[in-house]
C-alpha cells in the first residue's frame, strides 16, 4: 500500500511537472541548461535542509562512492536539459509517450548492470510500450512537424542514455547508502554539475530565464520535480526492484495526455494520445501481473 502511494505520487507530481516543463521549454527555448540548474537550485532548496535536519548524512559515503555521486550529477543534469529540448519539439503528451523509451532502456541496463530479471511476460509488457509509442508517432504531418519530431527522437535516445545512467547508480547508491545521505550528496552534486555546466554554456540566457513572466513557472517545475524525484527514490527503496519503479513510472503518460488537453489545450491528435497512452499502461500492467 505504501509503495502504491509513493508511485501515485511520483506520476501526479511527474505530470504536472512535464507540463510546466513544455510551458518553460517553450518560453525558454535556448536555455535549457539555464533553466535546469535553476530547477536543480530550486530543489536543493527545498529538500536538502530537511535531510540534512532529519537524516543521517554522512562525510564517510561522500568519501567512499563521490565518483557514483558525481556521475549521478552529470547523467541527471543532462538528462533534463535533453528533457527540455524534447519538449521544445513536441507537445507535453507526445513528449511522455516518447520519454516511454528512457523506461525500456533503464530496465535493460538495470537487468546488464545490477543483474536483476525480466522474464517473457515482462518483455512483452515492454514491447507493447514500444509499440504505443510508435503507434502516437505514425500519423501524417507536415514536413516542418516531422523534421521536429524527429528532432525529438534524437533528443529522446540521448536523454534514455543518461537517465538510464542515472537511474542504475542511484539504485547502487541507495543500496548501499541511507536515503538521507544519498538525497543530500546526490542532490547537491546534481545542483553543482547543471550550474557549471549552465556557465560553460550560453551564460548570457540567465538575463532572458530570470523574468518575472517565468518565475512562477520555475518555482513549479522546481517543486514539482523536488517532490517526483524524492517519490520516485522513496519507490525503489519501498519495492527494492528498480525495474518494477521505473516500470510504474510508465503510467505517466495517461496522466499528461488529460491534464495536456486541459490546462495546456494541446488537443492536436488527442484522440491518438489518449490510446496510446492506454496501450503503454497495458503494457505496464502485463510487465507487473
Same mark, same amino acid.
Given at each position: ?14 505530470? =504536472? ?20 540548474? !535553476? ?7 527545498? !529538500?536538502?535542509? =530537511? ?22 550529477? !552529470? ?6 536539459? =535533453? ?71 534524437? *533528443?529522446?535516445?540521448?536523454?534514455? !542514455? ?47 530565464? =530570470? ?19 524524492? *517519490? ?58
Amino acid at each position: 500500500m505504501l509503495a502504491a502511494a509513493f508511485v501515485l505520487s511520483q506520476n501526479i507530481f511527474g505530470a =504536472f511537472f512535464t507540463l510546466l516543463s513544455r510551458r518553460l521549454a517553450v518560453a525558454l527555448p535556448h536555455a535549457q541548461l539555464q533553466v535546469s540548474a !535553476v530547477l536543480y537550485g530550486i530543489a536543493a532548496l527545498i !529538500v536538502l535542509p =530537511f535531510v540534512w535536519h532529519f537524516g543521517d548524512v554522512t562525510t564517510a559515503d561522500l568519501g567512499r562512492y563521490w565518483p557514483y555521486f558525481l556521475l549521478v550529477g !552529470v547523467a541527471t543534469s543532462l538528462n533534463a536539459a =535533453f528533457m527540455l529540448l524534447i519538449f521544445r519539439f513536441m507537445d507535453a503528451a507526445m513528449g511522455a509517450l516518447l520519454m516511454t523509451t528512457h523506461i525500456l532502456m533503464t530496465i535493460f541496463a538495470a537487468m546488464y548492470v545490477l543483474g536483476e530479471r525480466m522474464g517473457p511476460q515482462e518483455l512483452i509488457g515492454a514491447g507493447i510500450a514500444l509499440a504505443a509509442v510508435v503507434y502516437a508517432l505514425s500519423v501524417h504531418v507536415s514536413r516542418r512537424e516531422r523534421r521536429n519530431w524527429t528532432l525529438g527522437i534524437v *533528443f529522446t535516445l540521448l536523454g534514455a !542514455v543518461m537517465f538510464s545512467a542515472s537511474a542504475t547508480t542511484e539504485k547502487y547508491l541507495l543500496d548501499e547508502v541511507g536515503v538521507a545521505s544519498y538525497l543530500a550528496w546526490s542532490w547537491t552534486a546534481q545542483c553543482l554539475c547543471a550550474a557549471l555546466l549552465s556557465l560553460c554554456f550560453g551564460v548570457r540566457q540567465y538575463r532572458n530565464v =530570470f523574468t518575472r513572466q517565468n518565475i512562477f513557472l520555475l518555482w513549479g517545475a522546481g517543486l514539482t520535480r523536488s517532490l517526483m524525484a524524492l *517519490f520516485f527514490a522513496l519507490s525503489i527503496v519501498t519495492l527494492k526492484n528498480l525495474c518494477i519503479a521505473v516500470v510504474l513510472a510508465g503510467l505517466r503518460p495517461l496522466f499528461v495526455s488529460f491534464l495536456g488537453a486541459w490546462l495546456l489545450r494541446e488537443r492536436t491528435f488527442l484522440q491518438r494520445k489518449v490510446v496510446a497512452s492506454v496501450i503503454a499502461a497495458v503494457g505496464v500492467t502485463i510487465m507487473l501481473l
